[in-house]
């Protein structure tokens, strides 16, 4: 690993997925360079092993904060399209007529209990 990586310090999708990019990289460059070097001590192949373990668990940090702030950001694009529907449904209340209004509600409910079944 050329640089260290600060997971905690990591705050957005972006942020995290150019720390991915980078730990992968360490993962495979520490690979080639245990595959090639085998004339090496063994000194230095314990070092190598230890620090590939170590960005496995950087990747792996890395992997589980990205998961959170997908799952956040899925949260928050669903809590938008609710609040946006919400203020689309009073919109409407106040322009449609009552009667079209509430048959338009009942055709909705059909809709959707067709498509929960």
């Avoid at 170590?54 to 694009?77: P, S, W, Y």
């Avoid at 689309?88 to 409910?109: G, N, Q, S, T, W």
Wanted: glycine share 6%; proline share 1%.
């Amino acid at each position: 690993m050329k640089n260290r990586i600060d997971v905690e310090s990591l705050n957005t999708i972006g942020e995290l997925l150019i720390a991915l990019s980078n730990i992968n990289q360490s993962i495979d460059d520490i690979a080639i360079q245990l595959e090639l070097g085998k004339d090496r001590d063994d000194g230095w192949r314990f070092r190598a092993g230890i620090a590939k373990k170590k960005c496995g668990k950087v990747h792996r940090a890395i992997c589980d904060k990205l998961a959170i702030l997908r799952q956040q950001e899925k949260e928050a694009i669903e809590a938008n399209r609710h609040h946006h529907n919400e203020y689309l449904i009073d919109e409407m209340k106040r322009y449609f007529p009552k009667a079209a209004f509430l048959a338009c509600v009942h055709r909705a409910k059909l809709k959707a209990g067709v498509k929960n079944v």
